[in-house]
């Protein structure tokens, strides 16, 4: 397992989350606790799971409470025991209450409103006390930290620029990111890619969401972009997105876990890039998405995080610079080898590029 450290707050939090909403008591969800544990997971995503799974990981979470991240949401509630969402303060704040003494946690580490997709969703947050009910749980020592959950970049931009949050949780996926016509995702490719780059700005993490597009990606004949990705390589595109935190996956079984584990077996191909180049919105891009396919690079340059740093840094983000500067080999040590070019599937240009880089940051 590797980990990253949250901007706001200085937690290590572990590339794979647990997304504990799909299991069901059948599955054993203390079993699959367990095992998540021993795998290093310590983010653990509560939305939507039943009461009865509460029940079963009570004592491994108790146990473990210092050791674990738990993501709760507030307007996540439940009807007839499945999963709903509600904007009625006193029904959101009993069943928030509800969980917490369920699990008997004490505190959530991360408190998210729940799903804020539409414009009128984020007004009836605001306007009905939700938001207020949030800063008061933090103040509190009720939640760690605030945050908020969507589907939309638009809904995102307003919320990150009302501040207060240090994680947000969206969904993100190659196909969501890049197919076009609106059917799958809300935002266009520029409008999701901007709000990568302005939460790494602000140091407000991700928690992301629907990796694998709902399995959709995992086959060609169902993926929306017409080419497929290994479990390994979805997860690794998520994680090679500025400012993602950890990719919360779904798991019900033991395999499932040891599936997302494999992504850090140093014999696992994670490589997403020459797949995704496949698919002609992706293949003609054009623009660097820091996959590192081209590696390695003869000076020792990382390219993908060259250029990361780059496109942070020209969007005003300091400590992408510091970053930049910090790394042990950089863009003026180039000697334009044109392997890079060669390799690149998306046709970045990358030899002119790094001079443009090296200009620009003076080194
Ligand atoms: S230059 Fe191309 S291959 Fe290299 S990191 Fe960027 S997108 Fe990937
Ligand atoms: S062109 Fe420059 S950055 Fe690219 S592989 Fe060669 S030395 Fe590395």
Redesign the pocket.
Known sequence: MQYRTLPHGGENISEIGLGLGIVSPEDKPERLLEGALEAGINFYDLCAAYEPVYEAIKPTLARNRSKVFTQMHLGATYRDGNYAFSRNLEKVRATFEQKLELCALGYTDFLMLNCIDEKKDLQLVLDNGIYQYALECKEQGIASHLGFSTHNPEIARELLNLGGFDLFMFSLNAAFDFRQDGELALGETAAREEIYQLAARQGVGISAMKPFAGGQLLNKKLSPLGVALSVPQCLRYVLDRPAVMTCVCGATRPTDLQDYISLFDPHTDSDYATALSGASVVGSLRRCIYCNH?AP???K?N?GLINKYYDLSRLGDDLARQHYLNLEHHASE????????KRCPFKTA??ER?HEIANYFGI
Request: hydrophobic share 25%; aromatic share 0%.
């Open positions: 081209c690079c003869p000076r340059l390219v180039c000697n334009d080898c044109g392997h890079c070019d990358q030899m790094m």
